[in-house]
């Protein structure tokens, strides 16, 4: 039933917002440049590695020795209006229609994380990842990993259509409000470096997936 909703929604969603879409991109290549997505990959269901798809929000500026000049500088006023108004995350209903994404679920994260998590914080990498999710609707990127990860466990436990529809009702309130875009202080979320005092999900406990992927990561 989840599967068969998240195909129906995301389907109408973009057969909807085709025309926007298209007006956004256009914007984004107008003002940033190409390319007009941005393709990370990500850490999806069963610990598998994804592209997800999402408008890029920052430049490619580096600075004298090469490098790419820390995040608060590459940010544009129209890249943090794409952030703060969540339109940068349209193009992830394209990763829903395909299966690699849900509607609702875990935010998608990257594969350098890994080796990071508790066992009980890698369940939620037994449910698709979302475009939205619990923890987006309780606090967003103003909470910390641990909470975050606390509120996507829950969701795993308890999830349910009817839990789906009300996460994506509150959704909308709260990109309208804008709440919870960056942690305090940040441009961009600080990196997860692992909880005080948790086991790393890559030790010899972990799925065997995870440990293959963390390390094919490193390399």
Not at 187 to 209: H, K, L, N, R
């Amino acid at each position: 039933m989840k599967r068969l909703f998240d195909i129906v929604f995301s389907a109408i969603v973009l057969l909807v917002l085709a025309i926007p879409l298209l007006i956004l991109a256009g914007a984004v290549r107008w003002k940033l440049g190409k390319p007009v997505l941005f393709r990370p990959t990500r850490v999806g269901l069963d610990c598998k590695p994804f592209k997800v798809v999402k408008f890029r929000t920052m430049t490619d500026e580096r600075g004298p020795d090469g490098e790419l000049l820390p995040d608060e500088d590459r940010l544009t006023p129209f890249g943090s209006f794409l952030r703060r108004s969540s339109l940068d995350e349209l193009p992830q209903f394209w990763c829903v229609l395909i299966g690699t994404m849900s509607v609702i679920g875990p935010r998608p994260l990257p594969l350098k994380y890994l080796p990071f998590y508790s066992p009980d914080q890698a369940r939620r990498h037994l449910v698709r990842p979302g475009i939205s999710g619990w923890a987006q609707i309780n606090g967003r990127n103003s909470l910390t990993w641990e909470e975050k990860f606390r509120l996507d466990t829950w969701y795993v436990d308890h999830r349910s259509l009817w839990l789906d529809l009300k996460i994506i009702w509150l959704t909308v309130g709260t990109v309208i409000r804008r709440q919870g875009i960056n942690a305090a202080g940040d441009v961009t979320v600080p990196d997860f470096t692992g909880s005080p005092g948790s086991q790393p999900e890559a030790s010899e406990s972990a799925p065997a997936s995870a440990q293959h992927i963390a390390a094919t990561s490193v390399l």
